[in-house]
């Protein structure tokens, strides 16, 4: 099985930037549809965004939609989440995920693996 560690995560401005990454071990990253998603105190986890096998599709949730761009470097065997023009209500956990299905996913239900969390905190 594989184990996925999330970084990156800190303090930043609103209108900044910040990259979050998620690094697997145990098994290969390019096995896996890999998600993000976040989970704010008091919310639901939500889902932000997918990235298939090959990295040739990606998905988005409509409240990161041209601010968020997720990629994979297979080599590196890690997924990153790169964040711009951030604002105050993206402040979560952001939480990477890996699913053993080959398509793209929203939900929470097809994804088997989870890391820990990495917090992302979005002044004004």
């Known amino acids: 099985q594989v184990q996925l560690v999330e970084s990156g995560g800190g303090l930043v401005q609103a209108g900044g930037s910040l990259r979050v990454s998620c690094a697997a071990s145990?098994?290969?990253?390019?096995?896996?549809?890999i998600g993000w998603f976040r989970q704010a105190p008091g919310n639901e986890r939500e889902f932000v965004a997918a990235i298939i096998r090959s990295g040739s599709t990606t998905r988005y949730a409509d409240s990161v939609k041209a601010r968020f761009t997720i990629s994979r470097d297979n080599a590196k065997n890690t997924v990153y989440l790169q964040m711009k023009s951030l604002k105050p209500e993206d402040t979560a956990v952001y939480y990477c995920a890996a699913s053993y299905y080959s398509g793209i996913y929203a939900s929470k239900s097809n994804y088997d693996y989870w890391g820990q969390g990495t917090q992302v905190t979005v002044s004004s």
């Open positions: 145990g098994r290969t990253i390019s096995s896996y549809t």
